[in-house]
T-cell receptor, first 114, second 114 residues
């Protein structure tokens, strides 16, 4: 199993541009998450999904959108990129029947908005 | 709102020193607790987790943590650190019924001097 994969690894955007961060997992996990990590701030939840077709906002959803058309994929869309969205983005997944709720993380996407 | 506090932002130790990183959480109900580690330039990896049973949990690479419910604490320990333990450590909590949403602390950076 590849686990959770993310593309791209790095990206530089200009203010106002848009992009989609890709996330795929091959563990048949029904829960998927997007976090952003800023220095000294830990990780903050942006959006999550409990299954295909179901998404919900996390702590910091403004400026982002998500969709979940399949179990495997959970892309994160940035519209009108702003410097405040410069961050490292991590996708994660978990299995609802795992009562420990352990989450598995992807390698991250480092995004710079200038 | 739930929160996780990690008391130390940056800890510097010499090799073979003992380590204890503090973690306190604010939720009063049933919780699942995690320590994740992030080596420089890498994604988060699970060190250990507690979700039921023995409150003293052993993880990978010689780490352990003790869940003390009365103190809302889940401190991470290692009797003798190595240079390769240099990393950032994150405590995280999931409360019952939260759709598996992890709340992270801000992280503790550990630097081990050879």
């Amino acid at each position: 199993n590849a686990g959770v994969t993310q593309t791209p690894k790095f990206r530089i955007l200009k203010i106002g541009q848009s992009m989609t961060l890709q996330c795929t997992q091959d563990m048949n996990h029904n829960y998927m998450y997007w976090y952003r990590q800023d220095p000294g701030m830990g990780l903050k939840l942006i959006y999550y999904s409990v299954g295909a077709g179901i998404t919900d906002k996390g702590e910091v959803p403004n400026g982002y959108n998500v969709s979940r058309s399949t179990t495997e994929d959970f892309p994160l869309r940035l519209e009108l990129a702003a410097p405040s969205q410069t961050s490292v983005y991590f996708c994660a997944s978990s299995y609802s029947r795992d009562t420990s709720y352990e989450q598995y993380f992807g390698p991250g996407t480092r995004l710079t908005v200038t | 709102a739930q929160s996780v506090s990690q008391h130390n932002h940056h800890v510097i130790l010499s090799e073979a020193a003992s380590l204890e990183l503090g973690c306190n959480y604010s939720y009063g109900g049933t919780v699942n607790l995690f320590w994740y580690v992030q080596y420089p330039g890498q994604h988060l990896q699970l060190l250990l987790k507690y979700f039921s049973g023995d409150p003293l949990v052993k993880g990978i690479k010689g780490f352990e943590a003790e869940f003390i419910k009365s103190k809302f604490s889940f401190n991470l320990r290692k009797p003798s650190v190595q240079w390769s333990d240099t990393a950032e450590y994150f405590c995280a909590v999931i409360s019952g019924g939260s759709q598996g949403n992890l709340i992270f602390g801000k992280g503790t950076k550990l630097s081990v001097k050879p």
